[in-house]
């Protein structure tokens, strides 16, 4: 596909800022309204803002990385930017959808790209039970958080937790357990992608928990339901040699 209407975005960090101002000297940037494509400058938490951003118009995303953490960016480079998006290959993410009641009833809700997370407050441990499509799998498992991942958040938050990494196109979502005291063996599991999760906090008052989505925080919560959300997608598009599923792959070969 011709993407010849542009629009960049950046993060506020000074590098992404003196790369909006390069790219946007050598090519003619549009208003994001007026763009086929919006080319996103920062890293990944960036990414995840201008994914979200973007919820409903349907653009695909072009990352540049010039941030920290890159794994949903391509390289920075401000040559032959409109032969690289001709060029490049789409993945299609679904987001997870966090529901998070407090203990006032407020009810919150946001999506996540990578995971949903919940942990805990204080130095107590958390005290979970976990449901899954309304069936009990833990009564109690004593724990410092638990986080669902999808494929692309698999090498994430969740890998560092030493959960397993998922193939995009693995329709599971992986349930992870951080730093668990008891059950004391149990590492986790996956799910089926439409699998509905519930988590209850047990002992909320002596035992307080936040959830997060991504990177957007509900404190003081008694329980979180997530699901994912296959009316929702996003395309975020890579260099053909650096694809999403190849990052995926070549994670699982670093020693």
Request: hydrophobic share 45%.
């Amino acid at each position: 596909m011709a993407y010849d209407r542009i629009a960049f975005v950046a993060s506020d960090a000074p590098e992404a800022q003196r790369g909006l101002a390069e790219l946007s000297e050598r090519y003619k940037p549009v208003p994001p309204d007026q763009a086929n494509v919006i080319v996103a400058l920062g890293g990944d938490g960036f990414m995840l803002q201008t994914l979200r951003g973007m919820l409903g118009n349907g653009l695909p995303v072009y990352g540049m990385n010039l941030g920290s953490v890159g794994f949903l960016m391509n390289e920075y480079r401000a040559d032959g930017l409109m032969e690289r998006l001709a060029e490049a290959e789409p993945a299609i993410l679904h987001p997870l959808r966090m529901r998070a009641i407090d203990g006032a009833g407020q009810v919150e809700e946001a999506l996540a790209i990578n995971e949903v997370s919940v942990f805990r407050l204080t130095y107590q441990a958390l005290k979970l039970r976990i449901e899954i499509d309304g069936r009990e799998r833990v009564s109690e498992l004593v724990c410092d958080g638990l986080l669902v991942a999808t494929p692309a958040g698999s090498t994430a938050y969740n890998l560092s937790a030493h959960g397993p990494i998922l193939p995009l196109e693995a329709a599971v979502l992986a349930m992870t357990p951080i730093s668990p005291f008891r059950p004391r063996r149990w590492r986790g599991a996956l799910l089926p992608q439409r699998a509905q999760v519930r988590l209850s906090i047990l002992e909320a008052d002596k035992r307080p928990a936040s959830a997060a989505a991504d990177n957007a925080e509900v404190r003081d919560v008694i329980s979180v339901e997530i699901s994912e959300v296959r009316s929702i997608s996003f395309s975020v598009l890579f260099d053909p040699e650096h694809g999403l599923e190849e990052r995926i792959l070549s994670e699982q070969f670093v020693f």
